[in-house]
């Protein structure tokens, strides 16, 4: 199983440019998240799915989008690319509830806009 | 609200020593879940233990162990005799035990281990 793959590992962008980060899974878990991690700050939550069709928002979800047709795929979009989204994003999914079930993150897109 | 701190921003030790890691949490619900997790330099984030808010036994794993305490809202990570590749930031994490709650992270400890 390759477990959560996210791509791309590196993007730099310009400001205003947009772009969506993909994420697929292949363990068949209906929770799928999207978080951002700025240094020091540890991880927020951006956006999250708890299936098919079906997301909401997250902590700070301004900026980004989502979208989720299939158990499988939670690309995340960007569409202004703004200084303020230079972060690294995981994606990550969960087999149940987020409460008592841990997270399976991918590695990671390290995205810087300038 | 629902809090996690963790102090301890960065700690360095030589290999063989013991070091543990702080966390502490804040929330009022009667049923949550607690969480460790370990980033590499490699930046990939890896699940290290799960432990619910009923269940106040200590853990060990192999030169890892962890001390819930809930008297003091404390969920601290001791690693005995540090290796190199322990190096690492670790994040500390709390969820309700409710589907709609979030896992909120704390902002990490860099643990650099020397030879």
């Known amino acids: 199983n390759a477990g959560v793959t996210q791509t791309p590992k590196f993007r730099i962008l310009k400001i205003g440019q947009s772009m969506t980060l993909q994420c697929t899974q292949d363990m068949n878990h209906n929770y799928m998240y999207w978080y951002r991690q700025d240094p020091g700050m540890g991880l927020k939550l951006i956006y999250y799915?708890?299936?098919?069709?079906?997301?909401d928002k997250g902590e700070v979800p301004n900026g980004y989008n989502v979208s989720r047709s299939t158990t499988e795929d939670f690309p995340l979009r960007l569409e202004l690319a703004a200084p303020s989204q230079t972060s690294v994003y995981f994606c990550a999914s969960s087999y149940s509830e987020r409460g008592s079930s841990p997270l399976h993150f991918g590695n990671g897109t390290r995205l810087t806009v300038t | 609200a629902q809090k996690v701190t963790q102090a301890q921003t960065e700690i360095s030790v030589v290999e063989k020593e013991d070091v543990t890691l702080d966390c502490v949490y804040e929330t009022r619900d009667t049923t949550y879940y607690l969480f460790w997790y370990k980033q590499p330099p490699s930046g990939e984030l890896v699940f290290l233990i799960r432990r619910n808010s009923f269940d106040e036994q200590n853990e060990i794993s192999g030169r890892y162990s962890w001390n819930f305490q809930k008297s003091t809202s404390s969920f601290n990570f001791t690693i005995t005799a540090s290796q190199v590749v322990d190096s690492a930031v670790y994040f500390c994490a709390l969820s309700g035990g409710r589907g709609t709650d979030k896992l909120i992270f704390g902002t990490g400890t860099r643990l650099q281990v020397f030879p």
């Open positions: 799915s708890v299936g098919a069709g079906i997301t």
